[in-house]
């Protein structure tokens, strides 16, 4: 498997990056919890975690410590259950230890990504989310050169309401706006808790500062998660918050968010990284 292909990814219906300008506003915590939404709602996803020095989805859905195998077709994704509609692909799978860093420079970093599109045996795909690091960096330029001339839904974009926050993914818009990628909308993350006693939500962080980025860049503000323990608990123990919490705040949420994604037709652009 040492000479990769091209990307072809026939199978796979729709793409979805999740970005962000910075790091620790719950990107991947978003990147989950979209994707078992969609697998509530009927679709086979598979969920791509390109966050090489960071690779925590693994544990989020619930599958940590899995070993990922070969057959004629390249890697087999990992499954999160029997049923096989959600396939999750990381190189936590491909580390001795989870507590060995990735030290690699940029080549080896796009090889490895090229490799995820190029070599993964992803099947029939309703929804692909791609989990990218943070910033505008090795892997985000690699991911796009990949994916050049396939047919890519957008970017989503993720940020806390903190002015600092929102400052960081403004630079992200003007990354998409460079690199050609449609941004298909803003989420507002861990604005407001809601207490576990009474539900009532309480604007620790301030709140807004993603619709009004949304606002003022003119693009679509998908909507805002608060900040649930129950969240939390799910995502470090890799339990299923959606099917688990499906009458939490945040899984209204989630659930509101997906369905305004999908009341869109599949973008027929394709990426432009000239």
């Known amino acids: 498997m040492d000479n990769l ?6 199978g796979v219906k729709r793409i979805i990056l999740v970005l962000s300008g910075k790091g620790g506003v719950g990107k991947s915590t978003v990147t989950t ?30 599958v940590q410590n899995r070993e990922v195998h070969q057959h004629d077709q390249g890697w087999l994704p990992v499954y999160t259950d029997n049923t096989q509609t959600m396939g999750v692909m990381s190189i936590g799978f491909l580390l001795g230890n989870q507590d060995d860093p990735v030290v690699w420079r940029g080549p080896k970093k796009t090889a490895m990504i090229r490799q995820f599109l190029t070599d993964v045996s992803w099947g029939d795909l309703d929804l692909l989310v791609i989990d990218t690091p943070p910033g505008t960096s090795d892997e985000h330029i ?27 993914v403004r630079r992200e818009l003007t990354f998409c706006k460079k690199t050609g990628l449609k941004v298909l909308g803003i989420i507002e993350n861990m604005s407001g808790f809601v207490c576990p ?12 500062g993603g619709k009004s980025l949304a606002d003022h860049a003119k693009v679509p503000f998908l ?44 973008s027929e652009s394709t990426m432009d990284t000239s």
């Open 5 to 10: 292909g091209e990307v072809t990814l026939t």
């Open 223 to 266: 909507g805002s998660i608060p900040i649930e323990p129950q969240l939390a608990l799910a995502a470090e123990s890799g339990h299923n918050f959606i099917t688990a919490f499906g009458q939490s705040e945040a899984a209204s949420r989630f659930t509101t968010i997906f369905g305004g994604l999908w009341r869109t037709e599949p």
């Open 142 to 168: 690699a991911v796009m050169e990949s994916l050049k001339g396939i047919k890519v839904d957008g970017a989503i974009l993720v940020t806390t309401p903190q002015a600092v926050a929102v400052g960081d």
């Open 197 to 208: 006693n009474c539900s009532e939500c309480t604007n620790i962080f301030s709140s807004g």
């Open 33 to 62: 919890q979209l994707a078992l939404t969609a697998q509530k709602n009927g679709m086979k996803v598979g969920v791509l975690d390109i966050d090489l020095c960071g690779p925590s989805i693994p544990r989020m859905l619930g």
